[in-house]
């Protein structure tokens, strides 16, 4: 069974940075899809970022673009999701989540199969 545990969260102001982190546990094929999205309060969750592990490919949302940059240390099992610049409408409560995948397109629409509990980012203006 795979578990996927973030950590990272935390309040900063607007123009700050902070990193989310997302650890794997359990087997998993070494390519796989990864991702982070968010949900905001009375809003829908969001597609973020997410890479193919297997080569490295990325696709961002074009309202983070520039600002976030999503990395994954395979050796550690854990996935990365770097936030600069960041800005109110950045708070949400943001999680991450994997897939399966045979053909290594990832991308922010997909169906994802696995969960983690979500930790929160807050920017004040």
């Known amino acids: 069974q795979v578990q996927l545990v973030e950590s990272g969260g935390g309040s900063v102001q607007a123009g700050g940075s902070l990193r989310l982190s997302c650890a794997t546990y359990?087997?998993?094929?070494?390519?796989?899809?990864m991702g982070w999205f968010r949900q905001a309060p009375g809003k829908e969750r969001e597609g973020v970022a997410t890479i193919y592990t297997g080569g490295g490919s990325t696709y961002y949302a074009d309202s983070v673009k520039g600002r976030f940059a999503i990395s994954k240390d395979n050796a550690k099992n854990t996935l990365y999701l770097q936030m600069n610049s960041l800005k109110p409408e950045d708070t949400a409560m943001y999680y991450c989540?994997?897939?399966?995948?045979?053909?290594?397109?990832?991308?922010?629409?997909?169906?994802?199969?696995?969960w983690g509990q979500g930790t929160q980012v807050t920017v004040s203006s």
């Open positions: 359990g087997y998993t094929p070494s390519s796989v899809c």
């Open positions: 989540a994997l897939r399966y995948t045979v053909n290594g397109r990832c991308t922010l629409t997909d169906t994802y199969s696995y």
